[in-house]
């Protein structure tokens, strides 16, 4: 990669060209899942979490609706704070439980990155829920926790889905950090993981027979051409997805399918070779001695955990360490 002539286009996030720009000149070269997420990658990722081979968001709700009726109440929440929230389906099911509770309402804070999808998931969500107090706050996790002031607790902070398991474990303690300091005494933080199964499985997952992830995978490169003004051909890219062995984690790339250049200005230009990958996503799948170990550099304990009934995913309870 070589600095191109062309100067970035007005508007372009700074902080996006430095970040694309570092991932590119890695070997092997790496873009940040975070990218996936407009509009469009928004509605691809909940189509992808309906697709038969996707049994993680399948596992995750069975828990949720066994156990959230039983553990809010329990917590006495008053605030429901959903990091990624996306289209907040699974937060219904805690709302549902908050508000069994006498006389409480409740407010739900959903945090994304994407601003349109955020604002159709607090518009439907206030229609639905009257009385609910709906705080949407438009951040990049990764980089702030943008909360709203005079929240009411305890407050529960939930990552629902296995999103923990896209950042190498420094990345997902400095997450979880910034969290714990969010957090006061009385809250909680909700975690869901992935868990380690038989390799067929989990790969199956990652390659569904309809193709919508490999869709979803492409759609990175449509969201760089618009935020960047960069020149990616996203059928000039094939979608591959393995499982690595030793790390436990599956490894989401982007190959190309011949010889190619892309032109990203204000960031350079990309020279690809044919079978060249970009690396897109990693997902970490843990067990409880990973989970423990994971908060406790956080400064968070494992409260509690459940699994589904086959042992494919869990929810973690966790409280600031004493």
Request: negative net charge; proline residues 6%; glycine residues 6%.
């Amino acid at each position: 990669m070589h600095d191109a002539p062309m100067l970035a286009p007005a508007g372009a996030d700074p902080a996006i060209l430095a970040e694309v720009r570092e991932g590119l000149s890695r070997s092997p070269k790496e873009i940040s899942p975070k990218y996936f997420y407009d509009h469009r990658g928004s509605e691809l990722f909940e189509e992808i979490t309906r697709l038969p081979e996707y049994y993680l968001t399948r596992a995750e709700r069975s828990i949720l609706l066994e156990w959230m009726p039983v553990l809010i109440p329990v917590l006495g929440t008053c605030t429901v704070v959903e990091l990624g929230a996306g289209s907040g389906e699974k937060a219904r099911i805690i709302l549902d439980a908050l508000r069994t509770i006498p006389g409480r309402d409740g407010t739900y804070v959903p945090i994304d990155v994407s601003a349109s999808f955020l604002a159709e998931t607090a518009s439907r969500f206030r229609s639905a829920y009257p009385g609910l107090r709906v705080v949407p706050s438009v951040a990049d996790i990764t980089a702030e926790l943008r909360l709203p002031r005079n929240l009411d607790g305890p407050r529960l902070f939930a990552f629902l889905g296995s999103t923990i398991g896209n950042f190498e474990r420094p990345e997902a303690t400095r997450l979880l950090e910034r969290i714990r300091r969010a957090m006061r005494s009385d809250d909680r933080f909700l975690m869901g993981v992935d868990l380690r199964k038989d390799v067929a499985t989990i790969e199956a997952a990652y390659n569904d027979s309809q193709g919508v992830t490999a869709e979803f995978n492409r759609n990175m490169l449509r969201v760089l051409n618009a935020e960047l003004g960069a020149d990616f051909e996203p059928s000039a890219f094939e979608h591959l997805a393995f499982y690595d062995r030793k790390l436990h984690r599956i490894e989401m790339h982007l190959v190309s399918c011949r010889d190619q250049v892309v032109n990203i200005p204000g960031v350079g230009t990309i020279h690809l070779m044919r079978g060249e990958a970009i690396r897109t996503e990693i997902s970490c799948k843990y067990d409880l001695a990973g989970v423990e170990s994971l908060f406790h550099a956080a400064g968070l304990e494992v409260e509690s955990w459940r699994t589904d009934a086959d042992h494919r995913f869990a929810l973690v309870v966790g409280r600031p360490a004493a």
